[in-house]
């Protein structure tokens, strides 16, 4: 059984490359040997259309939101190994009414996500959000374990980054979603020929550090021209610029799952092993073992509570 880690692709601006991002990178993760489910869940469907399956009416999370069918029955295989896809459809604009109307509005995607993830199946599901702050959006934060915030190498995209920070927050403090983490920050449409690009990245590598993916996603027009192919880029033109650096994030991307699985194994055992430390057995006569191993050394080692008694009290009449 796999241990399905749920990433969540936003960003309330439009045109940064969250579809973009969303097809290529999950094809370049099966690509790798990862078990990839894409979940389309913006009504424009164009990570749908993108990777060459048709928009059809009852073929989205629709049904599945309202908790009318179960969600796995919509998963279909793409024609890249390990590579599936739940697609989307116009008609799931309507789920943001009927969700809304719901008193846990936040949590129906979470419970329909539920069995995927209890049956193990995937190693990463990639979700496609809308690009807005609506229902659906936030549907996906409340389920997903992290969130990779495309972001165009441009001085407005700034804007919907720190909005997009803001969100997380309201929801990990809200109770919604305390444990979402922030997956990383893609740069998206670099072009290294101009300064406006370098200096966007370098400024947000300088307020988010370490967040900030080290691979630069460029303004490529055969990665434009790939999703009318109804192609991933690395089927579509597998040895341009666009596709190595698609092939660069998915490695970049689970060497980061793999050191954060590491990291939270060893706080696990870290804070096992300093229970164990402190905690110290009692034996039936309310002896502790530190002090039977004291008072085996030196059986003047344990002092009667009664020395600690003011000499007045301990003195004989």
Known sequence: MRNTRVIAIANQKGG?????????????????????????????????????????????????????APLVSFIQPTQIPDFDLLPSEVDLAGAEVDIARTDSYLHP??????????????????????PSLGILT??????????????????????????????????????ANPDLEIE???????????NLSQQVVQEVATHFDEQVFETLIPRSIRLGEAPSHGL????????????????????????????????????????????????????????????QDALAADPGHLESPLDERPDSVNAQP
């Open 232 to 291: 991933p880029i690395i089927e579509y033109d597998p040895r341009s610029v666009a596709a190595a650096a698609y092939r660069s994030l998915a490695t970049e991307l689970i060497d980061r799952i793999k050191q954060r699985r590491k990291k939270t194994i060893k706080t696990a055992e870290t804070g096992t092993k300093d229970v164990e430390e402190s905690t110290e057995s009692v034996d039936s006569e309310g002896v502790t073992e530190t002090d």
């Open 184 to 194: 990383g920050i893609v740069m998206t449409m670099y072009d290294m020929r101009t």
């Open 109 to 130: 995607f979470k419970e329909a996500l539920t069995p995927v993830l209890e049956a193990g199946q995937y190693d990463i599901i990639l979700i496609d959000c809308p």
């Open 138 to 175: 936030m549907n996906t934060l409340t389920a997903a374990h992290s969130l990779l915030i495309p972001m165009q190498c441009e001085y407005y995209a700034l804007e919907g980054l720190s909005v997009m920070l803001r969100l997380v927050d309201r929801l990990r403090d809200g109770g």
């Open 16 to 68: 940064v490359g969250k579809t973009t991002t969303a097809i290529n990178l999950a094809a370049c993760l099966a690509e790798q040997k990862q078990k990839v489910l894409l979940i389309d869940v913006d009504p424009q469907a164009n990570a749908t259309s993108g990777i060459g399956v048709e928009k059809e009416e009852g073929k989205s999370i629709y049904s599945s939101l309202l908790g009318e």
